[in-house]
């Protein structure tokens, strides 16, 4: 199986143009053969939002709005699985920060972004649903969102759940997600792929955002098997067989699922502090 992660530059509050590089990179993965392709977080939208307004205005309803039926389109037609990140207009209560994961025959589902960063506490509602996998012919996917990078319990969810890739569509801005993702595929013995940005991205009314690239895939062993440019777009692939994600032993004694001891884990259930 391919999988690749899209390093592109979205332009902020230009969704054509951006639908229009979504399109270019489809095209270019399926002729390298990518079954699996993840773009970064907001990649329709932009990131660097100054009000509640704006956000609005760039939010869409999944599946019906036009983001989704074009991933619905491009999967289709390259026979591939998309997952990527945009604002999703709720049913009614609001904005999430959410990433679309579609197959070759249908559209999968949404998942909302959990752990919210910084500014996105006044744009975007937190998820209240618990992480998901898709287990597809080909792979068992999980999907998180960015700054879930920063808390185990949600890798670790998936990884319980079946999860063989964890898809990871981030803005990333601070230097430590894609060091934290490798510890999320020893930990957990899965395959990741985190699709980052680049660029600086100026908005009215707020100081530029730079953007850290590095797009990367790892496998169950830590081991990096392609990582982008920091400030280069491009297509990061790697081969992989994720059949080997189901392997949870860390040794030849050692089970990461089986070796826990859950009953010493209370206090990571009932929100205490201490």
């Known amino acids: 199986m391919k999988i690749a992660a899209a390093q592109i530059h979205p332009q902020f509050a230009q969704p054509d143009k951006n639908r229009n590089i979504i399109r270019r990179y489809c095209k270019r993965a399926a002729q390298q053969d990518v079954d699996l392709i993840v773009f970064p977080e907001l990649c329709i939208s932009g990131y660097n939002f100054s009000s509640k307004e704006q956000v609005d205005s760039f939010a869409e309803p999944v599946p019906e709005g036009p983001t989704t039926q074009l991933w619905i389109e491009l999967a289709k037609e390259h026979n591939m699985i998309i997952v990527g990140g945009l604002a999703e207009q709720g049913r009614s209560e609001g904005i999430y920060n959410s990433a679309a994961i579609v197959g070759p025959d249908q559209f999968l589902g949404c998942y909302q972004k959990i752990h919210l960063f910084a500014n996105e506490k006044d744009w975007f509602l937190p998820g209240s649903q618990p992480p998901h996998v898709w287990k597809l012919p080909s792979a068992a996917i999980g ?10 319990e949600a890798s670790r969810i998936l990884m319980l759940e079946g999860c063989e890739i964890l898809c990871l569509p981030s803005n990333l801005v ?5 060091r934290v993702m490798v510890a999320r595929s020893i930990e957990n013995r899965i395959f990741t792929v985190l699709a980052n940005r680049i660029g600086t991205e100026p908005s009215t009314g707020c100081k530029p955002i730079t953007f850290t690239g590095s797009s990367q895939i790892t496998n169950p062993l830590g081991e990096i098997l392609a990582r982008g440019s920091r400030t280069r777009s491009g297509l990061v692939i790697a081969e992989i067989q994720p059949q080997k994600a189901q392997d949870k032993f860390l040794t030849g004694q050692n089970h990461i699922i089986n070796d826990r001891r859950v009953e010493l884990y209370q206090r990571l259930c009932n929100g205490d502090q201490r």
């Open 174 to 178: 601070l230097p430590y997600a894609q």
């Open 143 to 152: 999907v998180l969102v960015c700054f879930d990078w920063a808390f185990p």
